[in-house]
């Protein structure tokens, strides 16, 4: 391992000699004939081998080897001492100097002082080597076992999830054939739309564990905000109407453009709409049902406002809204819906707020800046 020394001493002949001895042995010498130039040549170079004469003018070897050792602690020092610098040569191994030879200066010696460094200076460089193999070996391996707990999550939510769905589908499909057998045309289209809206929540939860599944890039478009959210509105309404919800729109006319992904806003906004028409849906209090979707402005964001008269949250439901597997539903939630809408807020740059009381609704403000300038 051959590498760049920083040779020290106010003697040039021992200086010049020194140099054709450690560049004969292959390293690169820089020289300095006193702490001072030396310092400055340090901080040019960053060697990571010092040898240095203890006993300079001005500044001496081991204020210089105080200096250095404070902005780079991995830079080893060899102190060059006369017979009756020995105090100094032990105050220079206090400060951390790796080994010193005495003057007349023995190349023999000189050359296994700097092979016992050099042999340091490996060890340290392989052990931080192995330490950081290790360190990220054990973050793959937390990594790995946070996404099996993950899954082991997800695979429960799922099929609890799941089985609340085929339940309902097995109650529509019981509803259609005993239908057709009594010939009784209310019954067969009660089932039936118990089984378009089964079918249609298998969907939406197959839809939200491949987004959650897979990481995918956000398709940028500038889009029209007023077609963009009565296209929202008009897959929407039809599914508060079977549920006898009142469906308003409040728009801002003037509003103008944004710049999104429109497929993954449209499934953000979705899956907030569908959380408020079940909000509605579990409401057993007899008061009129009703979800607002406004779309408003200020200067920089488009806000998405859907505000319900439903079942309302507690605080502790509130803070854990958003957190991945987490379902007020039972069994008809499987918790990724609303954490994958606020991961593609956020990846937006937008944000997500809530406002809720027990049994008088929710209010949810979807913050969008119209424009992404960095991305």
Not at 29 to 46: D, M
Not at 128 to 140: A, D, P
Not at 351 to 363: A, D, K, L, R
């Amino acid at each position: 391992m051959k590498k760049t020394i920083l040779l020290v001493d106010d003697e040039a002949d021992i200086r010049e000699i020194l140099s054709l001895f450690l560049e004969d042995l292959g390293y690169t010498v820089v020289a300095a004939e006193n702490g001072v130039e030396a310092l400055k040549l340090f901080r040019k170079t960053l060697p990571t081998l010092v040898i240095s004469d203890i006993k300079m003018p001005g500044m001496d070897g081991v204020e210089l080897l105080r200096k250095i050792k404070q902005e780079s602690p991995d830079t080893e020092f060899i102190m060059i001492t006369g017979h009756g610098d020995m105090e100094l040569a032990i105050i220079s191994f206090q400060g951390q100097a790796a080994d010193f030879i005495t003057k007349p200066i023995n190349v023999d010696v000189l050359e296994i002082a700097l092979k016992k460094v050099c042999d340091k200076i490996l060890c340290r460089k392989m052990l931080r080597e192995y330490t950081e193999n290790l360190e990220k070996l054990i973050r793959e391996k937390t990594e790995l076992q946070n996404h099996l707990s993950s899954l082991g999550l997800m695979i429960g939510s799922i099929s609890h999830g799941l089985k609340g769905l085929l339940t309902g589908l097995d109650g529509g499909m019981y509803l259609v054939d005993s239908g057709f057998t009594k010939d009784n045309r209310p019954q067969i289209q009660e089932g039936w739309q118990i089984v378009k809206l089964t079918v249609e929540r298998i969907r939406k939860m197959v839809l939200d564990i491949l987004y959650y599944a897979k990481e995918r890039d956000l398709k940028w478009e500038t889009v029209d905000i007023l077609s963009f959210a009565e296209d929202i509105a008009t897959g929407i309404q039809p599914k508060m109407e079977i549920q006898k919800i009142t469906f308003i729109k409040d728009f801002d006319p003037s509003i103008g453009a944004f710049e999104i992904d429109p497929g993954s806003i449209h499934s953000a906004l979705i899956n907030i709409l569908e959380n408020a028409m079940d909000a509605c849906t579990r409401d057993a209090a007899e008061k009129q049902k009703q979800v607002i979707f406004g779309v408003k402005q200020n200067p920089d964001h488009i806000l998405f406002q859907i505000t319900d008269t439903g079942t309302g949250m507690d605080r502790e439901t509130r803070e854990k809204l958003f957190t991945l597997f987490f379902s007020s539903k039972g069994s008809k939630g499987t918790g990724l819906g609303l954490f994958i809408s606020q991961k593609i807020i956020a990846q937006h740059g937008g944000s997500i707020q809530v406002s809720s009381v027990p049994g008088h609704g929710s209010q949810f403000i979807i913050k969008i800046p119209k424009t992404i300038l960095s991305r």
